[in-house]
């Protein structure tokens, strides 16, 4: 991966961000229910960053970033999981995977969303339209990946995870999703919260939870403003006696390589490779979609390759 330096060099900057950047889980009401909170600051700056992305993009997009960096909470060894929405929409769709690693990757399906009226938009929901909604896990100790679909019924990433939970899991689960952007219109905090029911768990106590979540405020202005993730859950949910577990970093992070590039070249159909030896480009370009990053080749290093 090709990953745009947003610390301009400033090596104590980017430690600093990378330490502040973790996935907590934890659990309350006596274990009933459980949980995870992201802050995902640096994560959403660097994908906004690589994809060239502007705020509107930014907030969608880093959105699913969150959503699929709060689900890797629940994964373990070599596991894998991917949110896919396909709409109608301006946004047209986007592709995200996380693994247990807590390393999250993906992409808007446009490059640049087309509202008819920006500085109107009130509600996401008009961006997505109709569509669909795929979960996809890709679990180590499973022959096949298990995958759900649902309809669009919300408009709001959010949202729309909560009913596929319940209505393909049957496990009620919440989530709040959050990019807080400055007045430059630059992301200063992102994160946010995820909740799920264990089997058996209190209605009441899950009620509770889900209410205390929906009036939280934005978790990214919360981060922004210095509050840590351990606090936001510890002082907001204290009356379900949460218990932290531990945590882990979440990273924006994609395993392609100059290597792996090389290897899809080699991988050409004979009559491609001659077209590309005769014809160019030179250099020729390869993209990754998941992160962006761009791997260039020369005639020398093709002919090197091909020959």
Known sequence: MIKKDIFNNDVKERFKAAARERIHRFTMADGQIRGAVVHATRMVNEMGANHALGPL?????GQAYIAA???CSTLKGKDRISLSIQCSGPVKGLDVEANAAGEVRGYLKTQSIHAADPDRI???????GAGFLTVTKYLEDARTPYSGQIPLEQGSIAEDLAVYFLKSEQIPTGFKLSVFFDEHQEVAG?????LQAMPGAD???VTAAENILQSLDSAGRAFA???SPQALITKN???LSPRLLGQFRVEFFCRCSRDRMQGYIKGLAPEERADILENGPFPLEIRCHHCNSVYQF???DLKAILD
């Open 203 to 205: 209605p009441g106590k």
């Open 298 to 300: 020369t005639e020398k």
């Open 225 to 227: 403003s210095g509050v």
């Open 69 to 71: 960096a709060l689900l």
């Open 57 to 61: 993009e930014t907030l969608v997009l």
């Open 237 to 239: 949910f204290a009356s």
């Open 190 to 194: 992102a994160g946010g919260i995820f």
């Open 122 to 128: 009130t509600s996401l929901s008009s961006l997505f």
